[in-house]
């Protein structure tokens, strides 16, 4: 099982420039998750998505669009690249958890191993 | 909305320790807590998740717990090794979307 894949794991881009990150898990599970990382922010929810053909914003989702056309890919677009985007990228999936009492949310993550973006 | 705080940022013990790391939540109604580990230049890897019905979960050395009155959880880690040295993030979950704070470091020394 290959888990969660991200393509590409590095990227240099220059200001204005288009790219797309590809986010592909084998695990069959409904959620998907955009999260970028900065130095003194943390993990911020860009998109995410609960299925396949829906996309929801998250924390961060200025100057970023998301697709989820098939249940096993999420990509993350950005049109028009700014410096501010230059970040590590996160993708991660999940599923539901229920038990005997109910539901409980997002189950335990699976994340990628990131891709590093940088815009000149 | 929901804000995580991590303290203390950074922790450094000597080989051995047992230590707590702590995590902090705004809302409390959350629908689970789970507990990362990241190590430098990698992807997060889950270590612990418990869900809002639950006090506590535990997985080896490890040892987290939940309480949501008080909108607060612990990572306990019992005798340290320098292997755990690695950046741990907790998150609450909302329905969907899990929130995390900035982490804490640790370093253990040998």
């Known amino acids: 099982n290959a888990g969660v894949t991200q393509t590409p794991k590095f990227r240099v881009l220059k200001t204005g420039q288009s790219m797309t990150l590809l986010c592909a898990q084998d695990?069959?599970?409904?959620?998907m998750y955009w999260y970028r990382q900065d130095p003194g922010m943390g993990l911020r929810l860009i998109h995410y998505?609960?299925?396949?053909?829906?996309?929801a914003k998250g924390e961060v989702p200025d100057g970023y669009n998301v697709s989820r056309l098939k249940k096993q890919n999420f990509l993350l677009g950005l049109e028009s690249a700014a410096p501010s985007q230059t970040s590590v990228y996160f993708c991660?999936?999940?599923?539901?958890?229920?038990?005997?009492?109910?539901?409980?949310?997002?189950?335990?993550?699976?994340f990628g191993a990131g891709s590093r973006l940088t815009v000149l | 909305k929901q804000e995580v705080t991590q303290i203390p940022a950074a922790l450094s013990v000597p080989e051995g320790e047992n230590l707590v790391l702590n995590c902090s939540f705004t809302?409390?109604?959350?629908?689970?807590l789970q507990w990362f580990r990241q190590d430098p230049g990698k992807g997060l890897t889950s270590l612990l998740l418990?869900?809002?019905?639950?006090r506590e979960q535990t997985s080896g050395r490890l040892n987290a717990s939940l309480d949501k009155s008080s909108g607060r959880s612990t990572l306990y880690i019992a005798a340290s090794q320098p292997g755990d040295s690695a950046t741990y993030l907790c998150?609450?979950?909302?329905?969907?979307?899990?929130?995390f704070g900035k982490g804490t470091k640790l370093s253990v020394i040998p």
């Open positions: 998150s609450g979950a909302g329905s969907y979307q899990l929130t």
């Open positions: 991660a999936s999940s599923y539901p958890l229920f038990s005997g009492q109910g539901f409980f949310g997002a189950n335990v993550l699976t």
């Open positions: 418990i869900q809002s019905s639950q």
């Open positions: 695990m069959n599970h409904e959620y």
């Open positions: 809302d409390s109604a959350i629908y689970n």
């Open positions: 998505s609960v299925g396949e053909g829906t996309t």
